[in-house]
């Protein structure tokens, strides 16, 4: 009886590690796709390399985030970095993608960034 709770709740925990982390994902996101999208829709703030220094930075009030460092975090899950692109934060500046982008194509964005040096 025991060892079958402890068996569940291994099953539990696996899964639920899979189901943050997300290991596949990367090999089903296009990178070129994404260089693009992130030239296109994202540049212009956080510039080329994503640290924030985008040639419009200087005329927001908050200062766009480094994703370059935010999305290499392993801490943050690939869904809640979509969801953050795609409802944005508008009331500081950062636009929601909403309706723009699809959520491939935020998770191909966020696999470029990461391929920057
Ligand atoms: C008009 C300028 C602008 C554009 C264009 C822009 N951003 Fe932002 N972004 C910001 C600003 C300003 C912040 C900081 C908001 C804050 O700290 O409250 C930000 C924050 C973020 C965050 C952190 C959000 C959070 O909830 O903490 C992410 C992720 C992000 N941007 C990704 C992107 C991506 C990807 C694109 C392109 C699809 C993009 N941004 C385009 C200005 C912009």
């Not at 296009?30 to 992130?38: H, L, P, R, S, V």
């Not at 801490?75 to 909403?98: C, E, H, V, Y």
């Amino acid at each position: 009886m025991f060892k079958k709770i402890l068996i569940i709740i291994l099953i539990i925990i696996v899964v639920g590690c899979f189901y943050y982390i997300q290991p596949f994902k990367s090999m089903s996101t296009n990178t070129a796709n994404g260089k693009i999208q992130y030239n296109q829709n994202c540049l212009s703030c956080h510039g080329k390399k994503g640290l924030g220094d985008g040639p419009l930075a200087a005329s927001l009030s908050k200062r766009p985030k480094n994703i370059n460092k935010k999305f290499k975090d392993i801490w943050k899950p690939d869904n809640r970095l979509t969801r953050q692109i795609l409802l944005g934060k508008p009331k500081s500046g950062m636009p929601a993608f909403k309706g723009v982008l699809s959520e491939s194509d935020a998770e191909d964005i966020i696999a470029y960034v990461r391929t920057i040096k």
